[in-house]
């Protein structure tokens, strides 16, 4: 399938640097990294050791500093709706409804108006909000607005899905409720993910590939390939997830952190 | 708020309900609560005409400016007063207003222009509108020209300034979302930016009507010859006490009005950015 053939991420020699008030910081060490097409990659490290830059830059906010980055090929030099992002924040406009939201991303393709909101409600209807086409982001819950966000971004059909910390601002609950969506709509429209967060658990069920990052300036250390079928648990048949798990867990655990106290 | 919600519900234990009820009736509900604090206002205003504390001439009795009002209406004064400051103040609002709006939105999105435009917009605006009056009427004589220029002038600086400050305050994450979804920057500016920054521009537009209605008195009190302004000015030649209670509180209720209105709308439109 040539769906599957593309949306191939390349890193190479990227570095990042930002130049602030006391000089030039190293936001991203040197990095390669690539990401195969249609994989999923959690990327976890602890705060500030420049995964959102990592991804910021892959999403062609942030021009790379040394180094390059190329989507199947061709250099990144700027934001594109090929590479899609889910932020933390949701992101959606507020005088948009939720329709207006999934729309805006689908006007691109300058498609006859009710061809437009034909497949804007098909993608709203992917992630459960059908009934809530109408309403304004201001009267979603946080979960639900995410899931508009991940209809908005999907229904396009971007190559690329970056997510930074998408579920960060929710509860536990809900989080687990869009681990599965996620998953569901992604299994669909396999897009290349590379998905930022902080919470071991959340990469350990999610992903096929799990980067870990050093504190800052940050570095990629570790790479775990899982290859359990989803969904994904952690229990006692899944022992070797445990461990992972516990070893990722030990590399977060900042070992300098009474020497940072003083 | 129409609660139409038929399910039976607890009443309130009753010891609860006496002071609440006390504590509304006091502060009125909100339709009511600005005629509570008028007809106070008006008690004590009247108590002091009855009892005559001070005299007629330096502040007058509401029953006198009540019948300075009828008189100016019977003779035909008040309603031309009205109309001609209400069109200057409407004309010089439009003009005003559309202009501050689009210099607004460019000085906030084109570089050049914020920097050719800004540093010197930014020093006129501390000038008080009614220093600009001896300019204009030496621009425009006395005429309806004067009027237009220092009321569209002062809406103008407002209306420029909030704007450009709305579109400085863009949300990042907005105008990365919106490329990431493929938005051209037409599309991004137009529904994206300028959205975004409704808020504020509305903030400036009310601004704008209020001061609208400042500079305009301001330029109707010296070289005019009808209108609100003038009317207090030559209500001053003749010692016209009443008339001028009349004409600034008739000045009061309009610009409220207006002001509501203005906010009204305001709220439609931006209906997003509610509390």
Same mark, same amino acid.
């Given at each position: 399938?040539?769906?599957?053939?593309?949306?191939?991420?390349?890193?190479?020699?990227?570095?990042?640097?930002?130049?602030?008030?006391?000089?030039?910081?190293?936001?991203?060490?040197?990095?390669?990294?690539?990401?195969?097409?249609?994989?999923?990659?959690?990327?976890?490290?602890?705060?500030?050791?420049?995964?959102?830059?990592?991804?910021?830059?892959?999403?062609?906010?942030?021009?790379?500093?040394?180094?390059?980055?190329?989507? =199947?090929? /061709?250099?990144?030099?700027?934001?594109?709706?090929?590479?899609?992002?889910?932020?933390?924040?949701? /992101?959606?406009?507020?005088?948009?409804?939720?329709?207006?939201?999934?729309?805006?991303?689908?006007? #691109?393709?300058?498609?006859?108006?009710?061809?437009?909101?034909?497949?804007?409600?098909?993608?709203?209807?992917?992630?459960?909000?059908? =009934?809530?086409?109408?309403?304004?982001?201001? #009267?979603?819950?946080?979960?639900?607005?995410?899931?508009?966000?991940?209809?908005?971004?999907?229904?396009?059909?971007?190559?690329?899905?970056?997510?930074?910390?998408?579920?960060? /601002?929710?509860?536990?609950?809900?989080?687990?409720?869009?681990?599965?969506?996620?998953?569901?709509?992604?299994?669909?429209?396999?897009?290349?993910?590379?998905?930022?967060?902080? =919470?071991?658990?959340?990469?350990?069920?999610? /992903?096929? =590939?799990?980067?870990?990052?050093?504190?800052?300036?940050?570095?990629?250390?570790?790479?775990?390939?899982?290859? #359990?079928?989803?969904?994904?648990?952690?229990?006692?048949?899944?022992?070797?997830?445990?461990?992972?798990? #516990?070893?990722?867990?030990?590399?977060?655990?900042?070992?300098?952190?009474?020497?940072?106290?003083? | 708020?129409?609660?139409?919600?038929?399910?039976?519900?607890?009443?309130?234990?009753?010891?609860? %309900?006496?002071?609440?009820?006390? %504590?509304?009736? !006091?502060?009125?509900?909100?339709?009511?609560?600005?005629?509570?604090?008028?007809?106070?206002?008006?008690?004590?205003?009247?108590?002091?005409?009855?009892?005559?504390?001070?005299?007629?001439?330096?502040?007058?009795?509401?029953?006198?400016?009540?019948?300075?009002?009828?008189?100016?209406?019977?003779?035909?004064?008040?309603?031309?007063?009205?109309?001609?400051?209400?069109?200057?103040?409407?004309?010089?609002?439009?003009?005003?207003?559309?202009?501050?709006?689009?210099?607004?939105?460019?000085?906030?999105?084109?570089?050049?222009?914020?920097?050719?435009? *800004?540093?010197? @917009?930014?020093?006129?605006?501390?000038?008080?509108?009614?220093?600009?009056?001896?300019? $204009?009427?030496?621009?425009?004589?006395?005429?309806?020209?004067?009027?237009?220029?220092?009321?569209?002038?002062?809406?103008? !600086?407002?209306?420029?300034? *909030?704007?450009?400050?709305?579109?400085?305050?863009?949300?990042?994450?907005?105008?990365? $979302?919106?490329?990431?979804?493929?938005?051209?920057? @037409?599309?991004?500016? !137009?529904?994206?930016?300028?959205? $975004?920054?409704?808020?504020?521009?509305?903030?400036?537009?009310?601004?704008?009507?209020?001061?609208?209605?400042?500079?305009?008195?301001? $330029?109707?009190?010296?070289?005019?010859?009808?209108?609100?302004?003038?009317?207090?000015?030559?209500?001053?030649?003749?010692?016209?006490?009443?008339?001028?209670?009349?004409?600034?509180?008739?000045?009061?209720?309009?610009?409220?009005?207006?002001? @509501?209105?203005?906010?009204?709308?305001?709220?439609?439109?931006?209906?997003?950015?509610?509390?």
């Amino acid at each position: 399938m040539s769906d599957m053939m593309t949306g191939r991420v390349r890193i190479e020699d990227l570095v990042i640097r930002f130049k602030g008030k006391q000089g030039e910081t190293t936001a991203l060490e040197r990095t390669a990294l690539e990401l195969e097409p249609g994989t999923f990659t959690a990327l976890i490290g602890p705060s500030g050791c420049g995964k959102s830059t990592l991804m910021n830059a892959i999403g062609g906010f942030v021009a790379p500093s040394e180094g390059r980055i190329t989507l =199947d090929g /061709a250099p990144i030099t700027g934001p594109s709706a090929e590479v899609g992002v889910i932020f933390q924040q949701y /992101a959606l406009f507020p005088w948009f409804s939720a329709l207006g939201n999934v729309r805006f991303g689908l006007k #691109q393709f300058g498609l006859p108006k009710s061809e437009e909101v034909d497949r804007a409600r098909a993608a709203l209807a992917e992630v459960g909000l059908s =009934d809530h086409a109408d309403k304004f982001p201001q #009267q979603l819950s946080g979960g639900m607005k995410q899931r508009v966000a991940i209809a908005r971004t999907f229904a396009f059909g971007p190559k690329v899905l970056l997510m930074d910390e998408p579920f960060g /601002a929710l509860d536990a609950q809900t989080r687990l409720v869009m681990h599965d969506l996620l998953l569901d709509v992604w299994q669909k429209h396999r897009a290349t993910v590379l998905f930022v967060t902080h =919470d071991v658990d959340e990469a350990l069920l999610l /992903a096929d =590939d799990v980067r870990v990052m050093s504190q800052a300036p940050g570095r990629l250390i570790r790479h775990y390939a899982l290859s #359990q079928s989803r969904p994904r648990s952690f229990n006692s048949a899944n022992s070797d997830l445990l461990e992972i798990r #516990q070893e990722i867990l030990h590399q977060l655990r900042p070992t300098s952190a009474l020497a940072d106290v003083h | 708020m129409a609660v139409t919600d038929t399910r039976p519900q607890d009443p309130a234990p009753p010891r609860a %309900r006496a002071p609440r009820l006390w %504590r509304s009736t !006091l502060s009125g509900s909100r339709a009511a609560a600005p005629l509570i604090s008028f007809g106070f206002v008006l008690a004590i205003w009247a108590t002091a005409g009855a009892l005559q504390i001070v005299p007629e001439t330096i502040f007058p009795a509401p029953w006198s400016v009540w019948s300075a009002t009828v008189e100016m209406w019977r003779n035909g004064t008040l309603q031309t007063d009205l109309a001609v400051s209400l069109g200057r103040a409407a004309i010089g609002f439009a003009i005003g207003a559309t202009l501050g709006v689009t210099l607004g939105l460019m000085t906030g999105r084109i570089a050049v222009v914020r920097t050719l435009l *800004n540093p010197f @917009l930014n020093l006129l605006r501390p000038i008080p509108a009614i220093a600009l009056v001896p300019v $204009a009427i030496v621009w425009f004589g006395i005429g309806e020209g004067s009027k237009y220029f220092v009321v569209s002038y002062t809406v103008f !600086l407002t209306v420029w300034f *909030n704007t450009h400050h709305g579109m400085e305050y863009v949300p990042e994450t907005y105008l990365r $979302a919106a490329r990431s979804l493929g938005a051209s920057k @037409l599309r991004e500016f !137009l529904t994206v930016v300028i959205p $975004a920054a409704a808020p504020h521009i509305f903030a400036g537009i009310r601004l704008g009507v209020a001061l609208a209605f400042l500079s305009l008195v301001a $330029a109707e009190l010296s070289g005019a010859s009808s209108g609100l302004g003038f009317r207090l000015q030559e209500a001053r030649q003749y010692i016209r006490t009443d008339r001028m209670f009349s004409l600034l509180i008739i000045l009061g209720i309009l610009g409220a009005t207006v002001d @509501l209105i203005v906010h009204r709308i305001g709220q439609k439109l931006v209906h997003w950015e509610q509390g």
